[in-house]
């Protein structure tokens, strides 16, 4: 079993910026896709970003160039640092992994999810 733990979320003004953090535990391993994923009320959930191997990274058309996604090994944790957001961000921000290392932006190719955390961004 994978757990992962969310945090970093939180409000800010148009064009801000916020780090998200996602700490794995339990029976980890340096193999598989990590990523992000957000639902916005009233909508499903989309894909944001992912990471796996040796980081490679894919991200959804809305978020890149301002968004970055990014792994510590040693510390079993996945970052995505966002910059430049717009109200269009708000959502909750959800962690998900997966085990086996082909990477996919569909939500429910992922068995392990975090609890979300709350992203709101103002204008």
């Known amino acids: 079993q994978v757990r992962l733990l969310e945090s970093g979320g939180g409000s800010v003004q148009a064009g801000g910026s916020l780090r998200l953090s996602c700490a794995a535990s339990g029976r980890t391993s340096s193999s598989g896709v990590t990523g992000w994923f957000r639902q916005a009320p009233g909508k499903e959930r989309e894909f944001v970003a992912i990471?796996?191997?040796?980081?490679?990274?894919s991200y959804a058309d809305s978020v890149k160039g301002r968004f970055t996604i990014s792994r510590d090994g040693a510390k079993n944790t996945v970052y995505l640092q966002m910059n430049s957001l717009k109200p269009e961000d708000t959502a909750v921000y959800y962690c998900?992994?997966?085990?086996?290392?082909?990477?996919?932006?569909?939500?429910?190719?992922?068995?392990?999810w975090g609890q979300g955390t709350q992203v709101t961004v103002s204008s």
């Open positions: 990471t796996w191997g040796s980081g490679s990274t």
């Open positions: 998900a992994a997966r085990r086996i290392t082909i990477p996919h932006t569909h939500a429910g190719a992922y068995e392990y």
